[in-house]
């Protein structure tokens, strides 16, 4: 008789199993999509980081303008790439779709710095420096956020 008993209870183990597992993987794929947007969000700042710094120099005339260019070129690729990760997370819920919101929003505020900075590369760089100043710091805030957020979730 003894035996039957554990048979009796492991129905009762398979369900807080299961009810486990789906929590796990609840929980993984919140924090998944959260540490994408912050991925995202960290990519789109090395990459108008790096635009900034070519600027800088172009306006000192401590680098190539075709030099500058260049970095200009690799940091759209670089900043498309991160909206489209950005874009491809699929959100579990309304805050998550609102963090997705908001790192597209600001990848997209840097693509424009850059695009600007692009068309005063030749002409006035030291003009394009700010924008692209300021989109580092508010994607390097936003990328702090959601590792605070991909930590708690």
């Given amino acids: 008789m003894a035996r039957n008993r554990p048979l009796q209870r492991s129905p009762r183990i398979v369900a807080v ?5 789906v929590a796990v993987a609840a929980l993984s794929g919140c ?3 959260v540490s994408d947007l912050r991925q995202s969000a960290t990519d789109a700042r090395s990459a108008v980081s790096s ?15 075709p030099t500058t260019q260049t970095a200009l070129s690799d940091a759209m690729t670089q900043l498309g790439s991160a909206e489209e990760s950005a874009g491809a997370v699929q959100p579990s819920g309304g805050e998550e ?24 590369v030749a002409t006035d760089a030291a003009s394009g420096v700010p924008a692209l100043r300021v ?7 936003l990328a702090d956020r959601l590792l605070k957020a991909e930590g708690s979730g």
Avoid at 98 to 111: C, F, G, N
Wanted: aromatic letters at 2%; proline letters at 0%; charged letters at 20%.
């Fill in 97 to 120: 779709v609102a963090e997705q919101q908001r790192t597209l929003a600001a990848i997209r505020r840097a693509t424009d710095a850059v695009l600007a900075a692009q068309r005063t």
């Fill in 17 to 21: 199993a299961v009810g486990s597992c």
């Fill in 135 to 141: 989109s580092t710091k508010q994607l390097t805030a």
């Fill in 31 to 33: 924090s998944s999509s």
């Fill in 51 to 65: 635009a900034a710094l070519a600027m800088s120099q172009q306006a000192r005339d401590r680098t190539f303008l």
